[in-house]
């Protein structure tokens, strides 16, 4: 019998028993019996008790450090995250240093192309009007 068996029989044995005298008559050997058998199941009891207990405490504890785990996992996650974003933020920051530094060297290689080109055609200018100049003096003298 389980232990809440044995006291519910102990109490089934109080109840039945009569009175003389406001004092109750029970049967000792039934009692004696019954209490003997209540102290051999105790240790049972509370050793299962005992180790309900620990295993709780063993589950709970395994919990406990999954949870830590799965929450350190996620820090992580979180941080590696960030710092992808950070990296793409500065290459992003990069990127568009490098385009701005392309379209100035572009305008200044255009600005420095004009300018060589200018240049070049003043020379053929000054070279063709020395050419014409020579070209009107000797018809001149010609005529």
Not at 17 to 30: A, E, Q, T
Not at 67 to 93: C, F, M
Request: net charge negative; no cysteine; aromatic share 2%.
């Amino acid at each position: 019998m389980e232990i809440l068996e044995i006291l519910e029989d102990i109490e089934e044995s109080v109840e039945k028993s009569f009175s003389l005298f406001g004092m109750s008559v029970i049967n000792k050997s039934d009692m004696l019996a019954m209490l003997e058998e209540l102290r051999m199941k105790l240790p049972d009891e509370i050793k299962q008790a005992k180790w309900v207990k620990e295993e709780r405490q063993k589950i709970l504890s395994e919990a406990q450090a999954e949870a830590d785990s799965i929450v350190e996992g996620a820090k992580e996650k979180v941080i590696a995250l960030v710092d992808e974003h950070e990296i793409a933020k500065q290459a992003k920051a990069k990127a568009e240093q490098l385009i701005s530094d392309a379209r100035a060297q572009e305008q200044e290689m255009r600005k420095n192309a004009i300018l060589y080109a200018d240049s070049m055609l003043e020379k053929v200018e000054n070279v063709t009007s020395g050419v014409l100049d020579k070209a009107r003096e000797s018809r001149r003298q010609l005529r």
